[in-house]
């Protein structure tokens, strides 16, 4: 019975995978762009919006997986957060002026919480533990190539009609997402197995946050990913207005050249990620994905040509595509038989989306006061932190998915 429930929602979490692509969160290298190019905001004051919703999801993220964990009505959770982010990319449209932009910031990244631990949720509820390693490469995979188309349109409507349109883009790509959210079966979701509670009694098992705190393992994979988004999230939105100040009428074009790039590899990083990290075990994947960024940082610092700059993209879709696919995988590992999964995921993707808020606003200070090259030397040292607290911190979590049980009878619950 799980088998033809695999097979009937696979294209659905292929769509939705897609659809959420640029919803979630994707807009802030376009956002930046059209502020600076169009708005003409300094580097501090995007910052400070980017910030703003940074710190919104941070807040956010701990309830937001709590709240998945409990409820079975997780599509419509996702339908809410999309229509939310509709709402505010429109804000940003018709009114691009800082408070009416910040507090649309916020209610975004208060709504992109939501979508990490709910799709993450339902796809382990489907497919069971055993497939939901290539369950969440698939994901991510379809992630990206989203990305990837939504950065094509994105670049040529801001180039040919204008750099706010790629807001309007999202928009359509919440409604998109609301209808494909609604194309999977919510009789298919195992609840229970959806929150991680497949592995027995689990009385024993801390409850709340403490499942993070009394676990070393994941603490100390949640430092590493923290410092890993801090030197990760700014890089690009840095680039672009970099990009910018000396191509200001092709700033949406360059910047939708990197997204393409770095979306391009992701997808079949992903897929590697999905197919061999049970065989090859997580921990050396993961080491190759820190291991690229602080080499990334310092490349951007060598030169100022376009094609060179698009190309070290690569570098980002490597790091992100092994990232994005092994992150939720590694949390369901250390969380097995808890019940808390999605809780562990919010609170450690909290710790990691408040890295990446700081990011943005540092950032932004550091090329004020003292240039693009130094801000992108800062991030890339800040990356290799993050590389040896991984390396020297985290061990491999491979076994706890090896030594999954067979997938319980599936117990169906709509919402």
Not at 55 to 69: E, N
Not at 94 to 111: D, E, K, N, S
Not at 208 to 217: C, D, I, Q, T
Request: aromatic share 8%; charged share 10%.
């Amino acid at each position: 019975m799980r088998e033809e429930a695999i097979a009937a929602n696979r294209r659905p979490l292929d769509w939705l995978s897609f659809f959420l692509a640029d919803v979630q969160g994707g807009i802030g290298p376009f956002l930046a762009i059209y502020l600076l190019g169009s708005r003409h905001w300094n580097p501090g004051e995007i910052g400070v919006v980017l910030t703003i919703a940074g710190i919104a999801t941070v807040v956010a993220r701990g309830p937001a997986g709590a709240l998945v964990d409990a409820v079975t009505w997780k599509r419509t959770l996702i339908a809410l957060a999309a229509g939310t982010i509709m709402a505010t990319a429109s804000v940003m449209a018709l009114w691009p002026y800082f408070w009416p932009v910040a507090i649309a910031q916020g209610l975004t990244g208060a709504a992109d919480a939501v979508f990490p631990a709910a799709l993450s949720g339902i796809s382990l509820g489907i497919v069971g533990r055993q497939m939901f390693t290539r369950r969440i490469g698939r994901n991510e995979a379809f992630n990206h190539g989203g990305n990837a188309a939504t950065a094509i349109a994105a670049g040529l409507a801001g180039y040919l009609i204008a750099p706010g349109a790629v807001l309007w883009i999202v928009v359509a790509l919440a409604l998109a997402s609301i209808v494909a959210c609604y194309r999977v079966d919510g009789r298919a979701i195992d609840h229970e197995l959806a929150r991680g509670a497949d592995d027995g009694d689990n009385a024993h098992q801390p409850t709340g946050l403490k499942l993070v705190f009394e676990n070393r393992s994941l603490l100390m994979f949640t430092a590493a990913i923290t410092l890993f988004h801090f030197a990760n999230a700014a890089m690009l939105p840095l680039l672009g207005e970099n990009l910018a100040r000396s191509h200001a009428a092709a700033g949406s074009l360059f910047m939708a050249s990197c997204i393409i790039t770095a979306q391009v590899v992701m997808v079949p990083m992903a897929i590697m990620v999905g197919r061999h990290a049970d065989a090859w075990g997580r921990k050396p994947i993961f080491l190759a994905g820190f291991a690229v960024l602080p080499v990334r940082g310092f490349l951007y610092t060598l030169t100022t040509d376009p094609t060179l700059l698009i190309s070290i993209q690569i570098l980002d879709g490597v790091g992100a595509g092994i990232f994005g696919a092994l992150f939720p995988v590694v949390v369901a590992d250390l969380t097995k038989g808890s019940g808390r999964y999605n809780l562990a995921q919010g609170a450690s993707g909290a710790c990691w989306g408040l890295g990446a808020a700081m990011s943005n606003g540092v950032a932004g200070e550091i090329v004020n006061a003292a240039g693009f090259d130094t801000a992108f030397l800062f991030l890339a040292g800040c990356a290799l932190a993050a590389l040896l607290v991984f390396w020297l911190g985290v061990p491999e979590t491979r076994d706890a998915a090896i030594r999954a049980a067979p997938p319980a009878p599936l117990r169906a619950v709509a919402d």
